[in-house]
């Protein structure tokens, strides 16, 4: 089993920036791919950004491609998710979660989540 803790929400004037960091334990973090999702108020949880195990294999929202950047530190256990040019649209609570395989957008298939971090977005 896989816990995961998201960290580095905050409220933030639109234009401006935030990093999400995704902790977690287990030795066998290295081994999964982990996926950002975010949901706002009365929404669906959505796809934001994935990354392989290794690192090597990025996906984007086509919503977030260009301002989001997402990366691993397999040392650390630790993902990270860099957020530019936010904007209100991006207001919701980020959660990260991991599979086994490879990247899919899907929220069915991931196995564990986190309990999420806010990120709000004022205009």
């Known amino acids: 089993q896989v816990q995961l803790v998201e960290s580095g929400g905050g409220l933030v004037q639109a234009g401006g920036s935030l990093r999400l960091s995704c902790a977690a334990s287990?030795?066998?973090?290295?081994?999964?791919?982990v996926g950002w999702f975010r949901q706002a108020p009365e929404k669906e949880r959505e796809f934001v950004s994935a990354?392989?195990?290794?690192?090597?294999?990025?996906n984007y929202a086509d919503s977030v491609k260009g301002r989001f950047t997402i990366s691993r530190d397999n040392a650390k256990n630790t993902v990270y998710l860099q957020m530019n040019s936010l904007k209100p649209e991006d207001t919701a609570v980020y959660f990260c979660?991991?599979?086994?395989?490879?990247?899919?957008?899907?929220?069915?298939?991931?196995?564990?989540w986190g309990q999420g971090t806010q990120v709000t977005v004022s205009s």
């Open positions: 990354i392989s195990w290794s690192g090597s294999t990025t």
């Open positions: 287990g030795r066998t973090f290295s081994s999964y791919t």
């Open positions: 979660a991991v599979k086994r395989g490879i990247i899919t957008r899907q929220v069915a298939p991931y196995d564990f």
